[in-house]
């Protein structure tokens, strides 16, 4: 059986178990206070509030104002009183057999586990191999987007030279291509550039 606790199968309900006995009682030490208004609503009307001056009665019906609560009945009370009610001393409920532990409990299973054989501990972890390739994701509407002239080194005038060598060179011309593009679509774009250019000469 899966269950750790059990019902105790040779429990006996006691004689005296009442099952009827309600969970609440009425509380016979409470007294209804002297001052308590038994005629007194719980809500009245609302005196800050007048009938509107465009009311129609036979269109809108019968005005009547908004009920707030009974300022009288704040302190002590009022309307019609009944005793609080308290928790039943006697009360125990349904009465059920208690729970002992099962005898034929075996806890929850699991498979056994077995050394696995892909294990193993790397003895020197900041010993990098060689990368040999690079994995880029982007998430864009956009198209259009290349990658080129990728290296992966230490060696800060290896990059500068590899920089030299590719990116400074390729950048211009495909500066070069998009301000031509640029031109044939706005042609006053070319004189721009040309206006600068004279100045600084």
Sequence with gaps: MDEAKIPDTSAVKPDDWDESAPATIVDTDDVKPSEWLDNEP???????????????????????????????????????????TIPNPEYKGKWSPPLIDNPAYKGEWHPRKIPNPNYFEDDNPHNLEPISAIGIEIWTMKDGIFFDNILITHDEEEAADFTSATWVKKHADEKAVADLEIAEKTPSFFFNKLDKYLILQ
Aim: hydrophobic share 25%; aromatic share 10%.
């Design 42 to 84: 719980l809500t009245i009307p609302d005196p800050s509030v007048t009938k509107p001056e465009d009311w129609d009665d036979e269109l809108d019906g019968e005005w009547e104002a908004p009920q707030v609560p009974n300022p009288k009945c704040k302190e002590f009370g009022c309307g019609e009183w009944k005793p609080r």
